[in-house]
Nanobody
């Protein structure tokens, strides 16, 4: 089994910063893309940012220039540095990883349990 454990969420004032972390553990041969998604109350889950094993990144337009995704392949960990936070960034943030459980297996999607980010004065 594969587990993704997120940390770093919390309450922050508008304009503030937070750093989210997500560590993958368990039966992992390799990880392809890792990413962050978010879901606000009453809305669908949406992509925030993704990063490949080679370091290529992709961001939602709403967070470009404010958020930075990075990863440590040796630790199977992905990070999301969030700066200049806005109230509209309030959501539950979920970590995602495409995991190859053993050599030659399919890549399967795994999700973390989510961490709440609240931006409010």
């Amino acid at each position: 089994q594969v587990q993704l454990v997120e940390s770093g969420g919390g309450l922050v004032q508008p304009g503030g910063s937070l750093r989210l972390s997500c560590a993958a553990s368990g039966s992992i041969f390799s990880i392809n893309a890792m990413g962050w998604y978010r879901q606000a109350p009453g809305k669908q889950r949406e992509l925030v940012a993704t990063i490949t094993s080679g370091g290529s990144t992709n961001y939602a337009d709403s967070v470009k220039g404010r958020f930075t995704i990075s990863r440590d392949n040796a630790k199977n960990t992905v990070y999301l540095q969030m700066n200049s936070l806005k109230p509209e960034d309030t959501a539950v943030y979920y970590c995602n990883a495409e995991v190859e459980v053993y050599s030659g297996s399919y890549y399967l999607d795994y999700w973390g349990q989510g961490t709440q980010v609240t931006v409010s004065s």
